[in-house]
């Protein structure tokens, strides 16, 4: 018995060091599973697509031009990628898109090997301001804020999923 009760603490100082070495940001990485146009998020269930609407999934990147759209224009987005992509892709809502947030990220407010090419720009999710009903919420990759202030009529991106 006291050999067992020594061994506890040499197996807590391995653990320890393992984590630091490991590095806790690729413990937020190893929560997604690239499948090329999407990913999926195990954390949450979900299925990400990997670019952000106007940009295509081609051997490892997103290439093109990211589009800002309006939020009128994003049941016809969601139709297209439904029939294109199949699924029941739609907008996330705030707390699923907050969860890619990445605050130790530099530039851009997301890993960008999970979702290359992402805009340092502002996001819509499905959420209405419950203070301000004409305002929606959206996500800001750029500074990895919320903001409760954007018309429907004022273009922002998009990124779609799905639940898994």
């Not at 999926?40 to 051997?59: A, F, N, P, R, Y």
């Not at 589009?67 to 029939?83: P, R, T």
């Not at 999970?114 to 203070?131: D, G, L, M, R, V």
Request: charged share 20%; proline share 5%.
């Amino acid at each position: 018995m006291s050999k067992l009760n020594s061994s506890f603490p040499k197996i807590y100082t391995i653990i320890i060091i393992l984590l630091f070495l490991f590095n806790f940001n690729n413990v937020w990485a190893t929560n997604f599973i690239s499948r090329g146009y999407y990913v999926i998020d195990l954390s949450q269930k979900l299925e990400w697509m990997t670019c952000t609407v106007g940009m295509k999934w081609d051997q490892n990147k997103c290439i093109g031009k990211p589009i800002k759209v309006k939020l009128d224009q994003i049941d016809s987005i969601i139709s297209q990628a439904n029939d294109q992509l199949e699924g029941n892709w739609r907008l996330p809502n705030r707390k699923e898109l907050e969860s890619l947030v990445c605050k130790d990220c530099k530039t851009v407010k997301i890993n960008l090997k999970i979702f290359p090419n992402t805009p340092a720009e502002s996001f819509w999710t499905s959420e209405k301001n419950p203070w301000q009903s004409q305002f929606m919420w959206t996500v800001n990759f750029f500074t990895g804020h919320t903001f409760g202030r954007f018309p429907g009529f004022i273009p922002n991106h998009v990124r779609l999923v799905r639940d898994r």
